[in-house]
């Protein structure tokens, strides 16, 4: 049992993340956890030099970083990192990485997926968006998914 004032681990597990981020749980930007960071040139104002938010610019100087890996490597909530990097991606601190998923190559088709692959994934989706909304609700609930 603890007495008024202690703190077990679990409670500031919880409390650390929300003095981190001053109580928000809802970051600016759409941030994916595959999304890819790097290091900008903005300017530093007092409240994003220290703490966490040193530590995320740093991490990003080193090499471009996904969310996700930031957010494990400093310990934090995928949630709550993702509101330190919004103020980081505001101030220009950091900048969300651009990528193309498919370059060009040599061959005909590319990097490209393949017909037979876009086909069945509409498919699937034209599959889902006919069900009832009960019918696809219920498979999730038995922890199999909407598909059968």
């Excluded at 300017?43 to 991490?59: I, K, N, S």
């Excluded at 919004?86 to 190559?105: C, G, I, Q």
């Excluded at 968006?129 to 609700?137: C, G, L, M, Q, T």
């Amino acid at each position: 049992m603890t007495r008024p004032g202690q703190h077990t681990a679990s409670t500031s597990a919880f409390v650390r993340p929300y003095l981190v981020t001053k109580g928000r749980t809802r970051p600016r930007h759409l941030l994916s956890p595959d999304t890819v960071l790097e290091s900008g040139n903005g300017r530093a104002g007092p409240a994003l030099v220290e703490g966490e938010y040193q530590q995320l610019v740093q991490l990003c100087r080193l090499r471009h970083r996904s969310v996700a890996e930031l957010a494990g490597t400093i310990h934090l909530p995928l949630t709550a990192t993702r509101v330190l990097i919004s103020d980081l991606v505001d101030a220009r601190l950091l900048k969300l990485r651009v990528t193309n998923a498919y370059t060009p190559t040599d061959s005909p088709a590319g990097n490209r997926p393949d017909r037979p692959l876009l086909e069945a994934l509409h498919a699937g989706l034209v599959q889902l968006s006919d069900e009832k909304p009960a019918e696809a609700s219920r498979g999730w609930a038995h922890g199999r998914g909407p598909c059968p």
